[in-house]
């Protein structure tokens, strides 16, 4: 499957700027392995393009990868996966809610856990913060054992380190290969 290059966007939209808010810098995990999984993911990217609160900043290749499934689940068709790289002025909390609201948009169904979906949008970490509650937890807690997260990740952010990690996201990610 052919992946677009990698984009990096000059212009930034400037609203959250304007109004002096703080912006965060957050890094959101793609998934689709259900319906037109391409579109999916570009139906989310320009949703976050669009929205005031949000700046898009980066965004990895879209990547193929084999489904991981729960012990004894029905292997599941193949993802593809991303990494978006955003400014935010939302709070975490507003964040999930607006990821949340773009999965239904997509026609998402929760039956299962792990199951197949048109559209998974994961908040991988929020600028600093650790934090854990029981609709949220950043950064993700599966992200480390994850190549289908840190080897997209990597090509948008292999210097960064998350709070309370000695290693890169280059490092994590080739600590898996
Ligand atoms: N939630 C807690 N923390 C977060 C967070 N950091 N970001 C809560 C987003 N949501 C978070 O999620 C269930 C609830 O988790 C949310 O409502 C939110 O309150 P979900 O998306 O409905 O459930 P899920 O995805 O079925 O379960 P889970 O455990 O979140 O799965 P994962 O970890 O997302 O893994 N294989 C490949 N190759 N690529 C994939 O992308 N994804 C999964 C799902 C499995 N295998 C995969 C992939
Ligand atoms: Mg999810």
């Not at 990698?6 to 998934?31: I, W």
């Not at 609160?53 to 990868?65: D, G, I, K, M």
């Not at 913060?129 to 807690?141: F, G, K, Y």
Request: glycine share 4%; charged share 20%.
């Amino acid at each position: 499957m052919p992946t677009p290059p990698l984009k990096q966007l000059a212009h930034p939209n400037t609203e959250a700027t304007r109004k002096g808010l703080p912006t965060e810098r957050v890094f959101v995990a793609l998934g689709s392995n259900l319906g037109k999984r391409q579109a999916w993911l570009r139906f989310a990217l320009a949703a976050f393009e669009a929205e005031p609160c949000l700046r898009l900043v980066a965004y990895s290749p879209l990547l193929e990868t084999q489904a991981v499934v729960l012990p004894g689940q029905m292997p599941a068709p193949p993802y593809l996966n991303a990494v978006a790289e955003l400014r935010c002025t939302f709070s975490p909390l507003e964040l999930l809610a607006f990821l949340l609201s773009l999965e239904a948009r997509a026609g998402r169904k929760r039956h299962k856990r792990w199951e197949a979906r048109t559209l998974d949008l994961d908040i991988l970490s929020f600028g600093q913060r650790q934090m854990r509650c029981p609709r949220l937890v950043v950064p993700h807690p599966r992200l480390y054992v994850r190549t289908f997260v840190l080897f997209p990740w990597a090509y948008i952010a292999p210097w960064l380190r998350l709070p309370g990690e000695k290693l890169t996201i280059w490092e994590l990610c080739s600590r898996l290969a």
